[in-house]
């Protein structure tokens, strides 16, 4: 059973920053990505920000310069880093661990994507 707890939304004032922390419990050995997507009122759920197991991340672009993700493996955490932040970039931030595999790309762990509960991100 995996499970994904959220925290650091909060509301921020246009240009301020905010962390988002997302740590997962279950089948830490298989390997997986993790991120956030959002979804912001009458829009699609996008993806904000993703992060492989080698580190390797992948940002929105117009997120990218100003969001920066990264992993504790040790502590299996992702964080997100938000700078900058844009009155556009008030949305629910939605953690996911997603693409789980061993080692060799083989099978592990869940085969459905799982998701957070969610954390709201208000920028005024």
């Known amino acids: 059973h995996v499970q994904l707890v959220e925290s650091g939304g909060g509301s921020v004032r246009a240009g301020g920053s905010l962390r988002l922390s997302c740590s997962t419990s279950?089948?830490?050995?298989?390997?997986?990505?993790m991120g956030w997507h959002r979804q912001a009122p009458g829009k699609k759920r996008e993806l904000a920000a993703m992060i492989d197991y080698d580190g390797t991340p992948f940002y929105k672009r117009s997120v990218d310069g100003r969001f920066i993700i990264s992993i504790d493996s040790a502590k299996n955490t992702v964080y997100l880093q938000m700078n900058s932040l844009q009155v556009d970039d008030t949305a629910t931030y939605y953690c996911?661990?997603?693409?789980?595999?061993?080692?060799?790309?083989?099978?592990?762990?869940?085969?459905?994507?799982?998701w957070g509960q969610g954390t709201q991100v208000t920028v005024s």
């Open positions: 279950g089948f830490t050995h298989c390997r997986s990505e």
């Open positions: 996911l661990r997603t693409h789980f595999r061993d080692e060799y790309g083989g099978t592990c762990g869940p085969r459905e994507d799982v």
